[in-house]
């Protein structure tokens, strides 16, 4: 399983606070219909999966019941089979039922997007290329999804628009070059990582000539996508300035493309394809 860094609490804390009170407004008139009695509940997955969102889901659940116990028998990041109880709780009824549905919200999606971030990255075990997302998120969510890729498996690229300098064709349009862009991005920029985006094979031979940090590729011909990596890796640049495609990537080919030899591939559909994980919360102990 991967190693995940814990998301910052205060991140997730004003997440879920948002979240509850969308849900709740001024108060879960259905729960209150039941006696606020102790209880027990478990989280059970319907469909094979990987668990991504435990900080969030607990984070529902202690907002409406600080004292609550929430027993996991699952990792984060872990893979589970359907049928799999991933969790069992106690705590007050009320808070449970009411933390339910916000709290599976959180678990579900994320759990979604590590699922389908685990396919892709199976897809080029072996090869050396390491599957990356992108900032095409769901709005307000974009750290928990990014969490969630690193559970799948993947890595995360830029976080936004102010930890990475990334050169597009308007950039170099309006620069007049490749070089000229990245002189323009250096001399501003100088201690943030650059990224340039390249449409021809002489693009990417002057970007490897000026130096930047790694250069995107984007709908290159297999043909063009393979002489990149042997200008890039041969003398004298000799692989220092790694290769990243995207544009036009899917399940079904991603494994030809990294079998070319490119450091990154990376994949808006890991973040932007969401299919929530079939999960529910059940009152009661859980299943012999």
Known sequence: M????????????????RALEEDIGGGDVTAALLPDVPERAYLLC??????????WFDACHRALDPEVRIDWRTAE????????????LAGRSRALVSAERTALNFLQTLS????????????????GTVVLDTRKTLPGLRVAQKYAVRA?????????????????????????SVAAAIAAARATHPALPLIVEVETL??????????????LVDDFPPEDRREAVRIARSAPFDGRIPLEVSGGVDLAGLRAIAADGVDFISIG?????VRAIDLS???????A
């Open 77 to 88: 990041g872990e893979r589970v089979a359907a049928g799999t109880v991933l969790a069992v």
């Open 112 to 127: 979604g997007t590590a699922t389908t971030t685990a396919a892709h990255v199976d897809a080029v075990r072996g090869t």
């Open 202 to 215: 002489a693009q990417l031979r002057e970007a490897l000539v000026a130096g930047c940090d790694r250069i």
């Open 2 to 17: 991967p190693r995940l860094d814990a998301p910052p609490d205060a991140l997730v804390l004003a997440e879920v606070r």
């Open 46 to 55: 319907k469909e094979d999966a990987v668990i991504a969102g435990r900080p």
């Open 152 to 176: 799948g498996g993947g890595g995360n690229h830029r976080i936004g628009l102010y930890d990475a300098v990334m050169l597009k064709e308007n950039h170099v349009r309006v620069a007049g």
């Open 269 to 273: 559909a890991l973040t932007k394809h």
């Open 281 to 287: 919360m059940k009152l009661g102990p859980p299943p």
